[in-house]
């Protein structure tokens, strides 16, 4: 049982580029999100869904773009890198008022 | 907005030792859950303690237990018999099940190092 899954693990990137984080979940949960991390910020919530085809913004939204068209997969896109981004950024997933289930994390450096 | 504060950044513990972790919470929600993770170096973040504040009961798992004390919206965990495996990062979150889903709320971590 996979869990969540998300890659790549670690990237560097020049400000500027884009890429997109993976994450996929393999336990049918309709609720997905994305969290970065920054020491003493705790984990900040950039984007969530509810189901395919329904995302919305969290806390911290800016620079990022999510999009759900299957109920397995959720990736982040990075529209235009900047320094600020560098982070440290968890995928996660639940059922319904369950616990979240977190992928192992994706640190991102920005140059 | 839901506001979850841990006002300890770190703390050291002696194996066997216990400690406890204070996290306090903002909300005018009545109903809502609580949770307690552990992030070790590996970075994976685990589940240590769920609750629910409709129930009175403490949740306990093993040697983690909280202390809910609901009209003072705190949310404690104690760790008992504290073991070098212990070491690591615990985040306080909240959650409204009902709020866009049930987003959840962290604080900001405390860093817990046990010494041998």
């Known amino acids: 049982n996979a869990g969540v899954t998300q890659t790549p693990k670690f990237q560097v990137l020049k400000t500027g580029q884009s890429m997109t984080l993976q994450c996929a979940q393999d336990m049918n949960h309709e609720y997905m999100s994305w969290y970065r991390q920054d020491p003493g910020m705790g984990l900040r919530l950039i984007h969530y869904s509810v189901g395919a085809g329904i995302t919305d913004q969290g806390e911290v939204p800016n620079g990022y773009n999510v999009s759900r068209s299957t109920t397995e997969d959720f990736p982040l896109r990075l529209l235009s890198a900047a320094p600020s981004q560098t982070s440290v950024y968890f995928c996660?997933?639940?059922?319904?008022?369950?616990?979240?289930?977190f992928g192992e994390g994706s640190r991102l450096t920005v140059l | 907005a839901q506001t979850v504060t841990q006002s300890q950044p770190e703390m050291s513990v002696q194996e066997a030792e216990t400690v406890t972790l204070s996290c306090t919470y903002d909300t005018s929600e009545s109903n809502y859950y609580l949770f307690w993770y552990k992030q070790p170096p590996s970075r994976q973040m685990i589940l240590v303690i769920r609750?629910?504040?409709?129930?009175?009961q403490n949740a306990t798992e093993n040697r983690f237990s909280v202390n809910f004390q609901k009209a003072a919206k705190s949310f404690s965990l104690k760790i008992s018999d504290s073991q070098l495996g212990d070491t690591a990062m615990y985040f306080c979150?909240?959650?409204?099940?009902?709020?866009?889903?049930?987003?959840?709320?962290f604080g900001a971590g405390t860093q817990v190092v046990v010494t041998p």
């Open positions: 979150a909240f959650m409204i099940p009902t709020d866009s889903w049930g987003k959840l709320q």
């Open positions: 609750q629910e504040a409709y129930k009175q």
């Open positions: 996660a997933s639940r059922p319904y008022t369950g616990e979240l289930f």
